[in-house]
């Protein structure tokens, strides 16, 4: 009806009804039926015949048909906004457009035969079939979606309505509700006064879940990764993960190891395989700081790795699921960046199952001070996919919403909603009261029972249990929860297996001393023909031609022509790791041509525009080689590629920002994951972090990537932070982050103006031997009264000056490394000097940036005895000025003290 009745009705219905006219047979039978049944009028002997429909009542008709389907179209739409689905009884107020009035429509209308092509023989009959599947205990929204194709499949799958329960399923849902009910209820009493976050109010997540999981064995998925906030995170883990509940309790009682550093318990994760109807599934939960919706790219990161170690290019054997809080996810901006990523080639992962365990309240916050728009769910209109909001207190619809939810991200790999919308029985932990704040909500709260009675009573009225039944069942979830208590008192000794195992089997953590330096060079005719490899375009292929210079160019550094720049030794070591079996991946803003024109480690077809990227054709049976420009994106694909990275310990993982500066916008994921994940959750991750940093006069944004915040943050050797010199240090360094077994977020200062300074070259044999060298010392100088130690690019400035001023009483010594730090061989670099030559630490940042503070924390004001100075910017709370004549003086200022000129 609605794809037939437009602007130009009436001419449409004309020419219909003229063909029923002539042959009633030749139109659609919906359509015969109904001219038949209009045309019937009683005679004056009270029998009903035939009369012909006039041109006015054709008119009439259409005018009736189109505010018919008009109505109706809306009241799919927005039929949403009457839905039951608050829980608490909360009126919500009849939009005018719901009403049928507001399209002319009278109530003599509603009895007005339609077309049986609209599902009943009266207006009025497919109203009540609209109130029931639009209006009832949950809420679709998919008016929002462009799509016909994807409209037109979910008003098919929801005009044959929702699968209903088995009695079997109905319960396993009280079982379920019943068994997360009592959870909480054993922690308060256990344990009164602690911090649970406790999922009272939406118990209807576990059997949700349950679900769930058994729809993604239904449809092939072996693994799933889970992300998920505070709330109700404790059940999840003890009766969907199956942690042990003794190791759950044990976290309560803190029977923990001598140093233990550790997290607090609802941020921890588990992994378990959960058997299912269809199947094993391999169900992993992350770690998660309190940035709450910050795990969303990490665990989309970890699913992608997993799809990827499965050849799964279609993107189905491994699934997302998060659960986010309402006020989180429509609050945090994260969320849009994650969002917005998970449908671009380089981060989707087939659609993701998203679960808002809705409180109706962020910690005091009430929705109308949280979110501008009708639900905390509107950012996800952005992806094109249905939400579902549905009242928590019916789980019989879960059964119905999950599976169409699950269809429609296996159909359209897409993301898909659903909005449980529950209750908060505490408050936002259990030391708050929530009646300060919300005494309304909160009054009807208590008058509340828990939902597993109330849905029990339904049960035992239609026959499926028996209060003794349940009883029963309920004494032996208790004696269960019982029995793990004891134990945790008795035996104070963790289940849980340490980390290491799967995919981490063979990786060290810990401190780098006594871990192996291996050698990382490649044999210069292995180098050489790789690079003849990276060189090699397709036939026929149409490079640009301000391109062919530059590749010729890179053809003679491989013929050992010509030295090697920084960005053909990085190209090296992507394809010699390539080549021996590591795959690597690099995603960041502009990263295949790279932002300083430098990369170009993707050619494109300056006619057709095809990209091709001659690292992935460089041997038979060699691991991909990715590289992929971002999305303006920091957080989330920082996230993203750290989550990558925790599923891939034998791959170069990287993330490259566009300038180090950028790295600004990733600080939660530096701080909650990567620089604190292995002493928190004794997680390793070998995530690169390319960040461009030099003082070059390009302003305060495009200088300092921050330096300081790094080695601020290192301790105990949870981090590498470097700032290599050369191309050859940089080719070692990367190689030495995947041939060694030591797994360590590894940092690098990468240059800007290095990238074509012709003195930052390095020849191929400095590639072909040898390794990544901490320090970097030339030969002592007897005469050397002054020892400058430095880092990064303004050794070059120093170097140049020293030349031009023939300065042969100041050496210069490079710390390449920075942690950890290399004291050894520090030690050993200044060992030949006398106590009394001075050493000068130069940088090019303010005094309290940079890492001058670091050195100085560590050192005092001698370095291995000798005196320790400082040659730096003043300080400053910017990195670096705006003004490009300011700034060459000020470099200059610092070369000239830095050698005593």
């Given at each position: ?6 602007s ?11 063909e ?7 139109i659609?039978?919906e359509?015969?039926?109904y001219f038949?049944k209009?045309?019937?009028e009683?005679t ?8 012909p429909?006039?041109e ?11 505010r ?12 949403h ?10 009126e ?6 719901l ?5 002319g429509?009278s109530?003599?209308?509603?009895d007005r035969p ?11 009959a497919v109203?009540e079939?609209?109130k029931?599947r639009?209006?009832g ?7 929002h ?14 005009a044959?309505?929702?699968p ?10 009280h079982?379920?509700?019943?068994q997360?009910?009592l ?5 308060q009493?256990?344990?009164l ?18 679900i769930a999981?058994e729809?993604?064995a239904?449809q ?6 889970m ?6 995170r ?18 309560f ?6 140093g233990?550093?550790?997290?607090v ?17 391999h169900l992993?939960l ?8 910050f795990v969303a790219p990490?665990?989309?990161?970890r699913?992608r ?10 993107r ?5 699921l998060l659960?986010h ?6 609050g ?6 994650t969002l ?7 981060y ?6 998203h ?26 209109k952005m ?9 928590a ?29 529950g209750y ?8 708050d ?11 009807r709260i208590a008058a ?7 849905y029990?009573?339904k049960l035992?009225q ?6 003794e039944s349940c009883e029963?069942?309920?004494k ?6 019982e ?10 000794t963790?289940?849980?297996p ?6 981490w ?10 871990v ?7 044999a ?10 990276l060189?090699?375009l ?6 640009h ?10 053809r003679e550094?491989?013929?050992?022509k ?7 030794a ?6 010699s ?17 790279g932002?300083f ?9 300056h006619?057709?525009g095809e ?5 992935n054709?460089?041997?038979e049976?060699?691991?991909?080689v990715e590289?992929?420009?971002s999305?303006l994106?920091e957080?989330?694909?920082?996230g993203f590629e750290?989550g990558?990275?925790l599923?891939?310990?034998e791959?170069?993982?990287a993330?490259?920002?566009q300038?180090?500066?950028f ?9 909650q ?34 330096l300081?915040?790094?080695?601020q943050?290192?301790s ?7 700032y290599?010199t ?10 030495r ?12 200062m990468t ?30 100088n007897s ?7 430095c ?9 140049a000056a ?10 210069i010594?490079?710390l390449?490394?920075?942690y ?5 061989e ?7 000097y006398?106590e009394?030559?001075?050493v ?6 303010p005094a ?5 503070w670091?050195?100085?924390?560590r ?16 300080e400053?709370?910017s990195p670096?000025?705006g ?19």
């Amino acid at each position: 009806m609605e794809r037939s009745i437009d602007s130009s009705n009436l001419a449409f219905l004309e020419a219909l009804y003229q063909e029923y006219e002539k042959n009633p047979a030749s139109i659609p039978a919906e359509w015969a039926s109904y001219f038949q049944k209009v045309q019937l009028e009683p005679t004056s002997n009270g029998l009903a015949e035939r009369q012909p429909i006039h041109e006015a009542s054709l008119a009439e008709l259409a005018s009736f048909f189109l505010r018919a389907v008009r109505f109706l179209r809306t009241y799919r739409e927005r039929g949403h906004l009457i839905a039951r689905i608050d829980p608490l009884g909360r009126e919500r107020r009849t939009p005018p457009e719901l009403d049928p009035s507001f399209f002319g429509l009278s109530e003599a209308d509603l009895d007005r035969p339609i077309p049986a092509e609209l599902g009943a023989p009266t207006l009025r009959a497919v109203l009540e079939q609209y109130k029931a599947r639009y209006g009832g205990t949950v809420g679709i929204e998919y008016g929002h979606l462009d799509d016909p194709v994807v409209r037109n499949w979910i008003e098919a799958r929801l005009a044959s309505g929702f699968p209903k329960p088995t009695p079997e399923q109905k319960k396993n849902i009280h079982q379920r509700l019943m068994q997360a009910t009592l959870f909480e209820e054993f922690l308060q009493k256990k344990y009164l006064g602690a911090k649970t976050f406790s999922l009272e109010g939406t118990e209807s997540l576990i059997p949700l879940l349950d679900i769930a999981l058994e729809n993604a064995a239904r449809q092939g998925v072996v693994e799933v990764v889970m992300g998920m906030a505070h709330r109700g995170r404790l059940n999840v883990l003890a009766n969907v993960v199956k942690k042990p509940m003794r190791d759950i309790f044990l976290e309560f009682e803190e029977h923990f190891p001598e140093g233990y550093h550790g997290d607090v318990k609802y941020h921890l994760g588990y992994s378990n395989d959960i058997e299912t109807p269809y199947g094993k599934l391999h169900l992993s939960l992350n770690f998660n700081p309190s940035h709450l919706e910050f795990v969303a790219p990490v665990a989309m990161g970890r699913t992608r790795a997993k799809q990827d170690r499965f050849g799964d290019v279609k993107r189905e054997k491994g699934m997302l699921l998060l659960v986010h809080g309402d006020a989180a996810f429509i609050g945090e901006g994260i969320v849009q960046e994650t969002l917005n990523i998970s449908g671009l080639p380089a981060y989707t992962v087939g659609g993701a199952l998203h679960i808002i365990l809705n409180n109706q309240v962020g910690f005091t916050t009430e929705p109308h001070e949280y979110t501008a728009g009708r639900y905390s769910t509107e950012i996800a209109k952005m992806v094109e996919s249905p939400i579902f909001h549905v009242n928590a207190e019916d789980p019989e619809a879960l059964v119905g919403v999950v599976a169409l939810a699950m269809d429609f991200r296996k159909e359209f790999k897409r993301d898909v909603f659903i909005d449980l919308i529950g209750y908060r029985k505490r408050g936002h932990n259990e030391t708050d009261e929530p009646s300060f704040t919300q005494p309304d909500m909160y009054r009807r709260i208590a008058a509340k029972k828990p939902l597993y009675l109330s849905y029990q009573a339904k049960l035992e009225q239609e026959g499926l249990c028996t209060p003794e039944s349940c009883e029963a069942l309920a004494k032996q979830y208790q004696d269960t929860l019982e029995a793990a208590f004891s134990g945790a008192r008795r035996e104070p000794t963790p289940t849980r297996p340490p980390a290491g195992g799967g995919v981490w089997k063979g990786y060290l953590g810990g401190p780098e001393e006594g871990v192996p330096d291996p050698e990382t060079g490649v044999a210069a005719e292995k180098l050489a023909a790789l690079m003849e490899g990276l060189t090699r375009l397709p036939e026929g292929f149409q490079l640009h031609p301000k391109l062919v210079r530059f590749v010729e160019a890179r053809r003679e550094m491989g013929l050992n022509k010509r030295p090697l720049d920084w960005a053909a030794a990085e190209m090296l070591a992507f394809a010699s790791l390539a080549v021996e079996g590591h795959r690597v991946r690099i995603s960041g803003q502009d990263v295949v041509r790279g932002t300083f024109t430098q990369r170009h480690g993707g050619y494109t077809d300056h006619i057709t525009g095809e990209r091709y990227i001659p690292a992935n054709h460089l041997a038979e049976g060699q691991a991909p080689v990715e590289l992929y420009n971002s999305a303006l994106s920091e957080a989330g694909v920082l996230g993203f590629e750290y989550g990558y990275s925790l599923d891939m310990p034998e791959a170069l993982v990287a993330w490259e920002a566009q300038y180090g500066d950028f790295v600004n916008t990733a600080q939660v994921i530096i701080d909650q994951f990567i620089a604190s994940a292995e002493a928190k959750w004794s997680r390793l991750s070998g995530i690169v972090m390319l960040l461009p940093h030099g003082m070059e006069g390009g302003g305060p944004e495009h200088s300092s990537a921050r330096l300081e915040r790094f080695l601020q943050l290192c301790s105990n050797d949870n981090m590498q932070v470097t700032y290599p010199t050369t191309p050859a240090q940089y080719f070692h360094l990367l190689r030495r982050q995947v041939v060694r077994p030591w797994r360590k977020p590894l940092i690098v200062m990468t240059p800007k103006s290095l990238l074509r300074n012709p003195d930052a070259v390095s020849r191929l044999e400095e590639l072909a031997q040898g390794r990544f060298q901490r320090v970097l010392a030339g030969t002592p100088n007897s005469k050397a009264k002054r020892v400058i130690l430095c880092s990064g690019k303004v050794f070059y400035d120093l170097e140049a000056a020293r030349k031009a001023a023939q300065k042969d009483d100041v050496d210069i010594i490079r710390l390449e490394q920075l942690y950890p730090f290399p004291n050894k061989e520090l030690e050993a670099a200044l060992a030949p000097y006398p106590e009394s030559t001075e050493v000068v630490w130069v940088q090019e940042e303010p005094a309290n940036m940079g890492a001058w503070w670091f050195i100085r924390a560590r050192f005092g004001d001698r370095m291995f005895g000798h005196p320790l100075h400082v040659v730096a910017r003043p300080e400053s709370s910017s990195p670096a000025v705006g003004s490009k004549k300011v700034h060459d003086k000020e470099q200059q200022a610092i070369v000239s003290a830095a050698l005593g000129l």
